[in-house]
């Protein structure tokens, strides 16, 4: 079994930055497909970045929204992903869920893992 804790989550100004982290239990991280999903209230869990890790190459994919202001990586060494959000708007206000599964590919769909973190709030205020 895997378990997902994230952390990092707060409240923020529009314009400011925020690192959000996902420690993961196990001892075959880097075998892991990770990514983050973010929730806002009355709406539908929805995919903000995804990352893989395969040969010592690092792939990693973004939606549209976030794309050139969120960064996504991973330390293998620290069984650790990451989140780098800057330039934070007010729509990026949600509860942000770190998701997992054993495999290789950027997976873009919730359905597509089977572990989740508990989630951590961002709140961006204008």
């Known amino acids: 079994q895997v378990q997902l804790v994230e952390s990092g989550g707060g409240l923020v100004q529009a314009g400011g930055s925020l690192r959000l982290s996902c420690a993961a239990s196990?001892?075959?991280?880097?075998?892991?497909?990770m990514g983050w999903f973010r929730q806002a209230p009355g709406k539908e869990r929805e995919f903000v970045a995804a990352?893989?890790?395969?040969?010592?190459?690092?792939?990693?994919y973004y939606a549209d929204s976030v794309k050139g202001r969120f960064t996504i990586s991973r330390d293998n060494a620290k069984n650790t992903v990451y989140l780098q959000m800057n330039s934070l708007k007010p729509e990026d206000t949600a509860v942000y869920y770190c998701?997992?599964?054993?495999?290789?590919?950027?997976?873009?769909?919730?359905?597509?893992?089977?572990?989740w973190g508990q989630g951590t709030q961002v709140t961006v205020s204008s």
């Open positions: 998701a997992g599964r054993v495999g290789i590919g950027v997976l873009t769909t919730a359905r597509s893992y089977n572990y």
């Open positions: 196990g001892r075959t991280f880097s075998t892991y497909a």
């Open positions: 990352i893989s890790w395969s040969g010592g190459s690092t792939y990693s």
